[in-house]
């Protein structure tokens, strides 16, 4: 199950950075390549933090090949795709709850203790949009947009928990996964943020 999760969390988050690919007018390599670091970059950092090595999406062509055939539909359907509502935030809510999940149970795996668990599902989560952003020029959405991270932390949090306790592990697992699915969408939907950092009059900010 967590191999299944891994890879549905792997195509959706390929989808969401081959679908910003083709808007950035990227060539075929392009888009399947920022499909791929969307799709891989967190679960690789995790990974490396956890020993792991080489990391997972390294070890076999099923990364490869999920991340690829999600930026060929990218780049070949991108018209179709665009059908439904805002899909690069759809896509990524998605990712972003199936990644809180699978990095927290295999951080748990690993022995780590629920909270640093915790706080690994969320950098396994939020790894790939940070990376997908960074390339495409973009701020991070991590670290200005509505609720992200900590939508992240919560479902890993939650998945930590509920091992503690002896819930069972396929149900836990998917209710974390869309608990983060839906307090990521809700923010979205509602403008859900945190305070954005303010500069005193007299203080302009300084400009690189």
């Not at 991590?142 to 503690?164: K, M, P, S, T």
């Not at 592990?169 to 974390?176: K, N, P, Q, T």
Request: aromatic share 12%; charged share 10%; net charge neutral.
């Amino acid at each position: 199950m967590l191999t299944a999760l891994d890879l549905i969390g792997v195509f959706v988050f390929a989808l969401s950075g081959g679908v910003l690919a083709v808007e950035k007018r990227f060539d075929p390599f392009g888009v399947v390549f920022l499909a791929f670091v969307s799709a891989t970059s967190g679960g690789i950092v995790r990974d490396l933090l956890i020993g792991a090595t080489p990391p997972a999406a390294l070890q076999t062509w099923h990364y490869v090949a999920v991340a690829a055939i999600a930026g060929g539909m990218c780049y070949f359907g991108y018209d179709w795709i665009m059908r439904l509502s805002a899909p690069v935030t759809f896509f990524d809510s998605i990712g972003l709850g199936l990644f809180a999940v699978v990095g927290a149970r295999k951080a748990l795996d690993a022995g780590l203790s629920p909270l640093f668990a915790s706080l690994l599902g969320m950098v396994t989560a939020v790894g790939g949009g940070m990376a997908r952003d960074i390339l495409t020029a973009q701020a991070p959405m991590v670290l200005h947009r509505e609720i992200y991270a900590l939508a992240a932390l919560g479902g890993a949090a939650l998945l930590a928990y509920g091992d503690g306790v002896g819930l069972p592990d396929g149900f836990i697992a998917v209710f974390a996964a869309l608990f983060t699915i839906v307090v990521r969408l809700t923010a979205v939907a509602y403008g859900w943020s945190l305070p954005a950092a303010s500069v005193k009059a007299g203080h302009p900010p300084t400009n690189a």
